[in-house]
């Protein structure tokens, strides 16, 4: 069944987004040495897609965003 056009994979930025700030940057920030209050997040095509999500869903989650 395709959920959305030709990407029956698209969607469930939302629930990816809440991983990245529940688990995944806390793991990266205890297990590598991070400058907590200084994130880039960078997307190209769909990634620029989720990226612009997060900026405008989130926008204190990271603080550059490069969007290509």
Request: charged content about 20%; overall charge positive.
């Amino acid at each position: 069944m395709k959920i959305w056009g030709e990407w029956p994979l698209a969607g469930g930025a939302d629930n990816f987004r809440k991983f990245m700030q529940k688990e995944l940057v806390p793991f990266i920030d205890s297990n590598y040495r991070t400058v907590k209050n200084d994130r880039t997040i960078a997307g190209l095509s769909f990634g620029g897609l989720f990226a612009a999500y997060v900026l405008f869903a989130e926008p204190s989650l990271f603080q550059r965003y490069i969007l290509i």
